[in-house]
């Protein structure tokens, strides 16, 4: 793994404008608008010729924009794969085709190693292991147990399986600390409400005292759906979520929500770079993983200035 940061910029770039054909997953949440902005930003920025398709959570329609990249002999594939399985078929015939491929934002199953260049995105388990670390020093003075509600993000997505993992990992040896409602989302604010919703028709003895968030459009459902049950998000229950989006960080400002890890959308520069790598024959590390931080009340005021997004 390279710590992602400056990479020099290369003297020798080919006369043709590089084609590369980027399949992205869908639009479901603010993150990956952002994401999906960047990259279409940094093409422009880096006189790369862009050709993304938008699969709209559809791993099928992912393959047909990747049979129609390999048609028109693009130069390089990227590819964020909705979920993890079920790549070999489709990057065997990329392979055959002879086009090299980036995997970019989420991970892909596959045992061949030589079907992919790289893979650039972010250590989502680690961002499991800081959330339940923010957690357990928060709730660390509350005596008996803790009850935890899980809104997970699209099932078989790398994200959603390593934040369940970290976040699992970093309280099993801490017993009072149960996740008694666990349930997937995909993502998007109106599940997360929807599926909130749900979690607080229990008894009111059942209702969790942390909201655990795989990402923050649906936490800012969670947080309607807590109101409406007449409860205080941020207070009667402690809300843990993960991107950093401008919305959450104005949110943890409002003290709706108390934590926010953050996950870095903007991956296009460094997706253009390595485009530019590959074709110049250079050799790229296997794993290139963006810095991110945390972000707290105590910080939001501070980061809602930096938030590009
Ligand atoms: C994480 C990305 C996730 C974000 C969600 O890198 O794949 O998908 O956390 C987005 O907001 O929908």
Redo the contacts with the bound molecule.
């Keep these: 793994t390279q710590q992602l940061g400056w990479i020099p910029p290369l003297d020798d770039s080919p006369t043709d404008p590089i084609v590369l054909g980027f399949s992205q997953l ?1 639009s ?5 608008n952002a994401n999906t902005l960047s990259i279409v930003d940094a093409a422009k920025e880096s006189g790369i010729t862009l050709i993304m398709e938008n699969a709209e959570q559809s791993q099928e329609k992912q393959f047909e924009a990747i049979r129609s990249f390999i048609r028109k002999k693009v130069d390089v594939i990227a590819i ?1 794969p909705v979920v993890q399985k079920g790549w070999e078929p489709i990057l065997q015939e990329v392979k055959k085709a002879g086009i090299p491929v980036i995997v970019l ?2 991970s892909v199953n596959v045992d061949d190693g030589s079907l992919y260049v790289t893979f650039i ?2 250590d ?1 388990y680690e961002e499991g292991v800081k959330a339940a670390k923010y957690m357990l020093d928060k709730m660390r003075h509350l005596p008996g147990p803790v009850t935890i509600a899980e809104l997970e ?1 699209t099932i078989g ?3 959603s399986i390593d934040r369940g993992r970290g976040f699992r990992d970093t309280i099993k040896a801490n017993s009072r600390f149960q996740i008694t409602q666990i349930l997937p989302a995909n ?1 998007t604010e109106v599940q997360g409400r929807a599926v909130m919703k749900a979690f607080l028709e229990k008894p009111r003895e059942e209702w969790p005292q942390v909201l655990y968030s ?4 649906m936490a800012l459902g969670a947080v309607e759906a807590i109101e409406e049950a007449g409860l205080t998000p941020g207070q009667d229950i402690i809300i843990i979520s ?2 950093g989006t401008r919305r959450a960080v104005d949110s943890m400002i409002q003290g709706k929500i108390n934590a926010v890890v953050e ?1 870095n ?1 903007l991956l296009g520069p460094l997706l253009m770079q390595a485009t530019k790598e590959i074709m110049t024959g250079r050799t790229l590390p296997k794993r290139m993983v963006p810095p991110e931080d945390i972000f707290t009340q105590e910080t939001a005021a501070v980061e809602a200035q930096d938030r590009k997004y």
Excluded: Q
């Excluded at 479901?28 to 990956?32: A, H, K």
């Excluded at 795989?214 to 459009?217: A, P, S, Y």
């Design positions: 869908g479901e949440s603010n993150w990956r964020a934002d989420r995105g972010s989502f993000g997505s790398t994200p993502f795989h990402n923050d459009d993960i991107d996950c959308p």
